[in-house]
T-cell receptor, first 112, second 116 residues
Framework: SQKIEQNSEALNIQEGKTATLTCNYT??????LQWYRQDPGRGPVFLLL?????KEKRKERLKVTFDTTLKQSLFHITASQPADSATYLC???????????FGAGTRLFVKA | EAQVTQNPRYLITVTGKKLTVTCSQN?????MSWYRQDPGLGLRQIYY???????DKGDVPEGYKVSRKEKRNFPLILESPSPNQTSLYFC???????????????FGAGSRLTVL
């Protein structure tokens, strides 16, 4: 069955540093991968997506990579700020599918 | 404002007392779905709907029912709630991104349900 792994341990970094979060998947080949941000007590919010034929995607301070050989996506936040503290969820998905499956998320704490 | 609205946001109920969590979206999205979120397990899909009168089971449908009589509404029904259905529930609507073919979700604020 499809399996998605995100680091369950919280990531603690200093303000201004680059945060790197990992998403690994097994037993399927997603056509695209989405990243969402979730704040405590709120619904996830879509951040960006990357397609299987794209190696890297950028949006402001965010950068996502997608390595279909390693079956892994890396999510980077450069020049991190305390306001970036949240849980980040990845969702590798099949094309045309309606069953979007999410990883359990990684909690990020950015310390001032 | 484009949004997904869920009600109630918080509910404490007792075992066996039927309840409905409503969900409404104002974005004219075709697709809607329900998730539950539990510590350590992440988001798990309960049911989804591709369009009016078209629904299908997600990964954890047991104990839940849904209906899609109108495009904008997708209520979640717990006919006989049990304590193991205590959870945080999210409704989401989505559109198909034309460029990527991706199903991009917009979530509601969540409904925290406690079943005693």
């Amino acid at each position: 069955s499809q399996k998605i792994e995100q680091n369950s341990e919280a990531l603690n970094i200093q303000e201004g540093k680059t945060a790197t979060l990992t998403c690994n998947y097994t037993n399927y080949s997603p056509a695209y991968l989405q990243w969402y941000r979730q704040d405590p007590g709120r619904g996830p919010v879509f951040l960006l997506l990357i397609r299987e034929n794209e190696k890297e995607k950028r949006k402001e301070r965010l950068k996502v990579t997608f390595d279909t050989t390693l079956k892994q996506s890396l999510f980077h936040i450069t020049a991190s700020q305390p306001a970036d503290s949240a849980t980040y969820l990845c969702a590798p998905s099949l094309l045309g599918g309606f069953k979007t499956i999410f990883g359990a998320g990684t909690r990020l704490f950015v310390k001032a | 404002e484009a949004q997904v609205t869920q009600n109630p946001r918080y509910l404490i109920t007792v075992t066996g007392k039927k309840l409905t969590v409503t969900c409404s979206q104002n974005m004219n999205h075709e697709y809607m779905s329900w998730y539950r979120q539990d510590p350590g397990l992440g988001l798990r899909q309960i049911y989804y709907s591709m369009n009016v009168e078209v629904t299908d089971k997600g990964d954890v449908p047991e104990g839940y029912k849904v209906s899609r009589k109108e495009k904008r509404n997708f209520p979640l029904i717990l006919e006989s709630p049990s304590p193991n259905q205590t959870s945080l529930y999210f409704c989401a609507s989505s559109y198909r991104d034309r460029e990527s073919g991706a199903n991009v979700l917009t979530f509601g604020a969540g409904s925290r349900l406690t079943v005693l």
